[in-house]
């Protein structure tokens, strides 16, 4: 389970450039929850998963994942239990180091190096046998340079290398959005399969609200550093594109509202 | 034409800036960390060396800890960047500067003779070789064990997590890699290697000098990148035997071109030749694709 609450955060606080990109934002995932987030331009999306991730220490609130707070922690202390994947397609792998490196990378998240051999005998045929539920044929070509993978083959490299071992929390931040149509949606489809298949706990940012609802089982959206509404279960059975654009143009207006409010 | 002696002088200093290379290898092209402080670092290790040996050191123990003290020269270099946040090679220049003061005051004076002393050399004398070739013995043996070990280190976990860091360090932490831990790890071994250097470049010449630094860096970048363009450093290993091959290609053109009378070159146009070399270095590679590319071209 991962609980973040009343979290804040404001980017260059004191300059003309003042940010406000997280204002108390509060959002709790239970085991086994696929929740997809929304929300326009500047909402505060990636500021969140960052916050999740490390990459961003918030001013105030607190950030528990399965009972242990996290919130002051850097990057590489939560990725043990916290795993990532970036839009960037050339984030997410090494392009300098080998097809075996990189998972050899992975499979040791969160966890201590040593001096042993990091691309160790036992890990080749599950690196194989991992690759080869990818449908590329890259299960042949682990001595191969990530740099020489198209965006597509490396985000699902980074798919996988995210699901070699076990996470409290997976982060997808709009995986998807930086592939052609077709691409897109094999990665989308690989990574209902493998948080099905594994049972993960996930959070997927996405631009795009007709995905926001065709997969996962919580839809949440953001708007100005903010949960507006968050829906599940059969609330969120049958809503379409439509519905959820009026459910955001409602909350705007009543965000409008409340700024009348205060100039009144 | 090259002196036989002229000839083995030059494998030797080269193999002694292989180490200067490997060095230079692990911050420039591993971690992406631009550092001049192997200009403070090979003197630091010459003089401690010096020193302790004077004192009356085992010489490999002197020399050891001259590793050391360049590993801290290092690692002063890496906080300063990762802690401090300094700009990387603004801090390897503020080590740099003070380890001038650092080495002025290991030695107590500009320089310290060893002509007499008892150096790792010595034993090796009792060969059957000729004089001039027993340092180049020792040194091979020295660059092929450095060599195996570094090797081996790439390919371990914690220097796969260092090649990360330097790669893609927003992966290497999102992996749950202590990023400025790796930083201050690598600028650390680089440096000790070339502390390393500078303890043997000293015992093989016979003193150090708190001048003999200034320079390094270039000589060390000069065989980096002129071993690369003979040998495509597309691995580790390649990698690491393109420092070595490229250190002593480029002590051997120096000594050509010391050596022929023709161009009228004398000792004190070192600095200008080896600029000149650099240049070209990184040039060459660039113009020999376009003539290769014109050449494949017009056959086609």
């Given at each position: 389970m991962i609980s973040a609450s009343d979290l804040r955060l404001t980017f260059g606080k004191g300059t003309p450039?003042?940010?406000?990109?997280?204002?108390?934002?509060?959002?709790?995932?239970?085991?086994?929850?696929?929740?997809?987030?929304?929300?326009?331009?500047?909402?505060?999306?990636?500021?969140?998963?960052?916050?999740?991730?490390?990459?961003?220490?918030?001013?105030?609130?607190?950030?528990?994942?399965?009972?242990?707070?996290?919130?002051?922690?850097?990057?590489?202390?939560?990725?043990?239990?916290?795993?990532r994947v970036f839009q960037d397609p050339l984030a997410g792998t090494c392009e300098a180091l080998s097809i075996e490196e990189n998972l050899a990378l992975a499979i040791k998240r969160g966890q201590r190096r040593g001096l042993s051999a990091a691309v160790k005998r036992q890990y080749l045929d599950q690196f194989r046998e991992s690759l080869a539920s990818l449908k590329l044929g890259l299960e042949s070509r682990l001595g191969d340079k990530m740099g020489l993978l198209s965006g597509g083959q490396r985000q699902a490299v980074s798919l996988l290398m995210a699901s070699l071992t076990p996470s409290s929390i997976l982060l997808l931040d709009e995986h998807t959005a930086a592939l052609d149509p077709k691409t897109a949606a094999f990665v989308l489809e690989l990574t209902t399969q493998i948080i099905e298949e594994q049972k993960l706990t996930a959070l997927m940012v996405t631009h795009s609200m007709k995905q926001a609802l065709e997969v996962g089982s919580r839809t949440v959206m953001l708007h100005q550093g903010q949960v507006v509404f968050d829906i599940a279960g059969k609330e969120r059975e049958g809503l379409e594109v439509k519905d959820l654009l009026g459910l955001f143009e409602k909350q705007r207006g009543l965000e409008v509202d409340d700024d009348s409010l205060l100039l009144g | 034409?090259?002196?036989?002696?002229?000839?083995?002088?030059?494998?030797?200093?080269?193999?002694?800036?292989?180490?200067?290379?490997?060095?230079?290898?692990?911050?420039?092209?591993?971690?992406?960390?631009?550092?001049?402080?192997?200009?403070?670092?090979?003197?630091?290790?010459?003089?401690?060396?010096?020193?302790?040996?004077?004192?009356?050191?085992?010489?490999w123990i002197a020399t050891g800890a001259a590793v050391l003290a360049g590993m801290a020269a290092g690692a002063v270099t890496a906080l300063l960047n990762v802690k401090l946040k300094i700009l990387n090679?603004?801090?390897?220049?503020?080590?740099?500067?003070?380890?001038?003061?650092?080495?002025?005051?290991?030695?107590?004076?500009?320089?310290?003779?060893?002509?007499t002393e008892e150096t790792v050399l010595t034993p090796w004398y009792n060969l059957d070789l000729a004089y001039h070739q027993v340092p180049v013995l020792l040194?091979?043996?020295?660059?092929?064990?450095?060599?195996?070990?570094?090797?081996?280190?790439?390919?371990?976990e914690t220097g796969l997590a260092m090649r990360a860091t330097g790669a893609n360090p927003r992966m290497a932490r999102a992996q749950g890699i202590a990023t400025g831990a790796m930083i201050v790890l690598g600028v650390a071994l680089s440096n000790g290697l070339v502390g390393l250097a500078g303890a043997l470049f000293a015992q093989s010449q016979g003193a150090a000098d708190v001048t003999m630094g200034v320079g390094v860096i270039v000589i060390g970048l000069a065989s980096l990148i002129?071993?690369?363009?003979?040998?495509?450093?597309?691995?580790?290993?390649?990698?690491?035997?393109?420092?070595?091959?490229?250190?002593?290609?480029?002590?051997?053109?120096?000594?050509?071109?010391?050596?022929?009378?023709?161009?009228?070159?004398?000792?004190?146009?070192?600095?200008?030749?080896?600029?000149?070399?650099?240049?070209?270095?990184?040039?060459?590679?660039?113009?020999?694709?376009?003539?290769?590319?014109?050449?494949?071209?017009?056959?086609?």
């Amino acid at each position: 389970m991962i609980s973040a609450s009343d979290l804040r955060l404001t980017f260059g606080k004191g300059t003309p450039l003042e940010n406000p990109a997280l204002r108390g934002m509060s959002l709790t995932v239970n085991q086994g929850e696929f929740v997809t987030v929304i929300g326009s331009n500047g909402a505060g999306k990636s500021t969140f998963l960052n916050a999740l991730s490390g990459e961003v220490l918030v001013d105030s609130g607190e950030i528990i994942v399965d009972n242990v707070d996290v919130t002051k922690l850097p990057t590489h202390k939560r990725a043990g239990r916290v795993a990532r994947v970036f839009q960037d397609p050339l984030a997410g792998t090494c392009e300098a180091l080998s097809i075996e490196e990189n998972l050899a990378l992975a499979i040791k998240r969160g966890q201590r190096r040593g001096l042993s051999a990091a691309v160790k005998r036992q890990y080749l045929d599950q690196f194989r046998e991992s690759l080869a539920s990818l449908k590329l044929g890259l299960e042949s070509r682990l001595g191969d340079k990530m740099g020489l993978l198209s965006g597509g083959q490396r985000q699902a490299v980074s798919l996988l290398m995210a699901s070699l071992t076990p996470s409290s929390i997976l982060l997808l931040d709009e995986h998807t959005a930086a592939l052609d149509p077709k691409t897109a949606a094999f990665v989308l489809e690989l990574t209902t399969q493998i948080i099905e298949e594994q049972k993960l706990t996930a959070l997927m940012v996405t631009h795009s609200m007709k995905q926001a609802l065709e997969v996962g089982s919580r839809t949440v959206m953001l708007h100005q550093g903010q949960v507006v509404f968050d829906i599940a279960g059969k609330e969120r059975e049958g809503l379409e594109v439509k519905d959820l654009l009026g459910l955001f143009e409602k909350q705007r207006g009543l965000e409008v509202d409340d700024d009348s409010l205060l100039l009144g | 034409m090259l002196s036989e002696i002229a000839f083995y002088g030059a494998i030797e200093t080269g193999l002694i800036y292989g180490l200067v290379a490997f060095g230079i290898y692990i911050s420039f092209r591993v971690l992406d960390f631009p550092d001049l402080t192997v200009d403070g670092s090979f003197p630091l290790g010459a003089a401690v060396a010096a020193v302790l040996i004077i004192g009356g050191w085992n010489p490999w123990i002197a020399t050891g800890a001259a590793v050391l003290a360049g590993m801290a020269a290092g690692a002063v270099t890496a906080l300063l960047n990762v802690k401090l946040k300094i700009l990387n090679l603004l801090a390897s220049i503020l080590t740099m500067i003070a380890l001038y003061s650092v080495n002025l005051r290991i030695m107590g004076r500009p320089n310290v003779a060893l002509l007499t002393e008892e150096t790792v050399l010595t034993p090796w004398y009792n060969l059957d070789l000729a004089y001039h070739q027993v340092p180049v013995l020792l040194f091979i043996v020295v660059a092929v064990v450095a060599l195996i070990l570094l090797w081996r280190f790439m390919k371990s976990e914690t220097g796969l997590a260092m090649r990360a860091t330097g790669a893609n360090p927003r992966m290497a932490r999102a992996q749950g890699i202590a990023t400025g831990a790796m930083i201050v790890l690598g600028v650390a071994l680089s440096n000790g290697l070339v502390g390393l250097a500078g303890a043997l470049f000293a015992q093989s010449q016979g003193a150090a000098d708190v001048t003999m630094g200034v320079g390094v860096i270039v000589i060390g970048l000069a065989s980096l990148i002129g071993g690369e363009a003979v040998i495509t450093p597309s691995t580790v290993v390649r990698a690491l035997l393109a420092c070595v091959f490229g250190a002593i290609i480029y002590r051997l053109a120096i000594a050509f071109a010391l050596n022929a009378d023709v161009l009228g070159l004398q000792a004190q146009d070192l600095n200008l030749i080896t600029a000149v070399l650099v240049t070209l270095a990184i040039v060459l590679p660039g113009v020999r694709s376009s003539v290769i590319g014109k050449f494949t071209r017009s056959k086609a």
